[in-house]
């Protein structure tokens, strides 16, 4: 089975929907981070959790939220889709030793129409 | 504020020639360098990464990559390309426990038969 498993894979909604992509993870680890990728933009961090009482905002939290459910469990939401977020996005874990691996999910596609 | 830069966003090679990918990183200290790979419909996954020591670290795949603070560069390299190289390869730069890594913009492999 996968360390770091989202849902869906792929998912089709449209602008005004809220939608919620979550992230789960058997690796043990307490940092989890969600990003989306552009084509030729790169991943870009949404927001990030060291643990379950602490999170962050990244450089394009705008427009989204999360949730840290546990700490296997990251949800990242879109209160009010619109069609500039369409776009690829992954979640990833690190452990907190420092040395910031990370260890990335399978990514869920998200069109908004 | 670090930085990571990809300057070819798309490299073509011929299958077993050799490759070498370009990564310039700007941060104020020692930094973590990393190299990851995203196959087709797949995350992200560790190539190799740099923290300290010898600055010429061996990866996954017969990848090797350099570090060079003179040139505040991290290349990546590989003497025998394989069809199942292509791919995008992304380059990443952090620092310890600040748990956060940023990503260059990624550069798309190619390779001809």
């Known amino acids: 089975d996968a360390d770091v498993t989202q849902t869906p894979r792929n998912r089709i909604t449209k602008t005004g929907k809220r939608i919620m992509l979550e992230c789960s993870q058997t690796k043990g680890h307490d940092r989890m981070y969600w990003y989306r990728q552009d084509p030729g933009l790169g991943l870009r961090l949404i927001y990030y959790s060291f643990d379950v009482k602490d999170i962050n905002k990244g450089e394009i939290s705008d427009g989204y939220s999360v949730s840290r459910q546990a700490q296997a469990k990251f949800s990242l939401s879109l209160e009010s889709a619109i069609p500039n977020q369409t776009a690829l996005y992954f979640c990833a874990t690190s452990d907190s030793s420092g040395q910031e691996t990370q260890y990335f999910g399978p990514g869920t596609r998200l069109l908004v129409l | 504020a670090q930085s990571v830069t990809q300057p070819d966003i798309h490299i073509t090679v011929s299958e077993g020639a050799s490759l070498e990918l370009r990564c310039n990183y700007s941060y104020g200290a020692t930094p973590y360098l990393f190299w990851y790979v995203q196959s087709p419909g797949q995350g992200l996954q560790l190539l190799l990464k740099?923290?300290?020591?010898?600055?010429l670290v061996q990866g996954i795949k017969g990848f090797e990559a350099e570090f060079k603070r003179s040139q505040s560069s991290f290349n990546l390299r590989k003497p025998s390309v394989h069809w199942s190289d292509a791919a995008e390869y992304f380059c990443?730069?952090?620092?310890?426990?600040?748990?956060?890594?940023?990503f260059g913009d990624g550069t798309t492999l190619t390779v001809k038969p």
């Open positions: 990443a730069v952090g620092r310890g426990n600040a748990g956060k890594s940023t």
């Open positions: 740099y923290f300290s020591g010898d600055t």
